[in-house]
Structure formats: C-alpha cells, structure tokens
C-alpha cells in the first residue's frame, strides 16, 4: 500500500472555500533529496492570489502558462516551511534525519502538507534554536524580501536614514528590523493600531498615516521602501536625497519604465525586482545568526492549525494582518 499523507489541496481557482484537506501520496526522496516532516507554514500574501488566480494583468499570462489557466497544475500551495528531515537520499552529505530545517520550496509550492522532499542544495538551512517552528517558517519569504531590496538592491549603509511604508506587514516588519541591524535611523509608517507594535520592533519614529500624510514633510531620506504599493512615485522621489532610492515591491509598468531610465540619466534612482530571483542560501544563514544573536524576530499575528485553512486565507485576504501568519501542521 503507498504511504499517504494530509495535504491542503485546490482543484480549481476561487474562494478560500476551494481548500480542502485531503489524502495524497507521501513523497519519497531522491537521491539529493530530504524528506522534511513540516512542522509549520504560513499563508503570505501571494498565496490568496495565487489560489483565485487574482493577478495583476502584466503577471497573468506568464503566471498562467507556468501554473494554468483554467485549473492549478500544482494543486497543493504553500512556500515557506519549517520541521524536521525524516530521511535523506543516498547522495545528501548536509543533512541527516532529526535535523531542524527552515526554508522556502518555490515554485514546486508543497508546504501545505505533512511532508515535502526538499532537494540538499535547496533554499533551505537549520532552523535557528531560539525560534519555534511556527516562528521559522515566517522568516523566509518577508524577510528575504526585505534584505534583497534594503542591501542588495538598496545598497544600505550605516547612517542612512530609511522609511518604511506598511511597516507593520510581513515584509514591512523585517524591513524595520533589518535597516536598524544596519544601524540606519528608520521612521515607519503604519496605521494608528500598529504603532506601539513599529516601535517596539526598532522605529525610531513612527508615522500614522490615518492621521499624517508623510508626504507633507521636509525629512528627506536615503531609502523610501514601500513594501504594500500604496505610495506615488512623484511624492516620494521629492522626498530622497541626492542619490536616494525608491523602492518597490508592488509595481507596475510605469514603475519599470522609471526604473530603467533613472538608472540610466537620473541620480535618485527607482527599484523595483523580483527579489526571489536574488534568494540565496548565505540569506537564509544570515537571518539564522542574526535571529539567534537576537537581532530579529519575526512578528507573528496569528497561528491557525492545518485544519483551518479557509479561515486563515481568509483573514489573510483581509489585508490587515500584523506581520506573518503561520500554520501549524
């Protein structure tokens, strides 16, 4: 008889509804293969898209053709995940069976299930001691985000002064945390509820745009990161300095337009990538020791058990949540 497992599964596109517990076959792994028992998950912002196919135009088409129009070619979701390897392929040298893992499984998807076989040289590493699996799991897909557009990208240094835009979501949180490991000076922005949160995580001020349009004043600023899309390209770029940049994670054609021809005649730049692209294993090492040595911490919401998927996905949808939320499996 084939080993089965519990595993959320979608067959078609539309409402939270569409996920549904289900039996499938356990994974085996190959030869560079580990069998990761997943501990937890999370439900990022992308994953309610993906499930309803609610894309912005410019992404419909090559989403469509890599995962499918009219029905999910990969019927299980999820991206980051968190738990223990079970096994190791013949060939794997890294790791062995009770190793504590975190990581990101990409476009295979997979981590809304009980196991997912992770190749060796995967984006994957040991979990960090001082967090749990529900906290590990969150500190992948935001957090890399954030370090991609902040160093990589944004070339932050010591002293920089930095806003952040939705500075209390998933990517807005590690963000705060990472400028200030960098030892910038950081004002975040966030509504009126999530202001003591911002502060608490590092802001050295904390800008309530319910109440403040941060666009009014006379700061100027290194680094403008908006992390949720809700900012205007004109407003902020009159708010960098000489050679400041913009940057974006939500963006559109006029962004990349402006992207390309500020990095061609104009000293303050606009940014706008797909970070995942950029991912590496030294990232994950790097948000490991510095979880450890306390440095970061990831702002968890809340945690829903595997069985309340719906519900999770839906409070997602909502568009309020503090930082991640997490699945425990």
Not at 181 to 191: I, M, P, Q, R
Not at 216 to 223: F, T, V
Not at 259 to 267: A, D, P, R
Request: positive net charge.
């Amino acid at each position: 008889m084939v080993p089965q497992m519990k595993a959320v599964v979608f067959k078609r596109y539309g409402e939270p509804e569409v996920l549904q517990i289900a039996e499938t076959e356990k994974p085996t792994p190959k030869s560079n293969e580990v069998l990761v028992r997943i501990y937890a998950t999370s439900v990022t912002a992308e994953d309610p898209k993906m499930r309803g196919f609610n894309h912005p135009p410019l992404l419909k088409l090559p989403v469509g053709l890599m995962f499918g129009f009219k029905k999910p070619k990969n019927p299980v979701l999820g991206v980051e995940f968190s738990g223990i390897i079970e096994s190791v392929g013949e060939s794997v040298k890294n790791y062995k069976a009770g190793d504590q893992v975190f990581g990101y499984t990409g476009l295979s998807f997979g981590a809304y299930a009980e196991y997912k076989c992770v190749p060796e040289n995967g984006l994957m590493h040991f979990k960090p001691k001082n967090l749990s699996f529900e906290e590990s799991a969150c500190i992948v897909n935001g957090p890399l985000s954030a370090l991609t557009y902040l160093n990589k990208k944004g070339k932050i240094k010591k002293g920089n002064k930095v806003l952040i835009y939705g500075a209390s979501g998933s990517v807005g949180t590690a963000a705060v945390q990472l400028a200030k490991y960098f030892e910038t000076n950081v004002t975040g922005v966030c509504s009126t509820k999530n202001l003591t949160m911002v502060k608490s995580i590092g802001a050295d001020s904390v800008i309530d745009y319910m109440k403040q349009d941060f666009t009014q004043s006379n700061e100027k600023y290194d680094l403008i990161f908006d992390t949720v899309g809700k900012t205007t390209m004109k407003s902020c770029m009159n708010l960098l300095k000489p050679k400041g940049k913009y940057l974006l994670t939500e963006f559109g054609v006029q962004h990349i337009f402006a992207s390309i021809f500020s990095s061609l005649f104009k000293s303050r730049k606009v940014i706008v990538v797909s970070s995942n692209f950029y991912w590496k294993k030294e990232d994950l090492i790097f948000l490991k020791e510095i979880a450890e040595k306390g440095c970061f911490n990831p702002v968890v919401d809340k945690v829903f058990p595997l069985k309340e998927i719906v519900n999770a996905h839906k409070y997602v949808e909502l568009g309020h949540k503090v930082g991640n939320v997490a699945i425990s499996v």
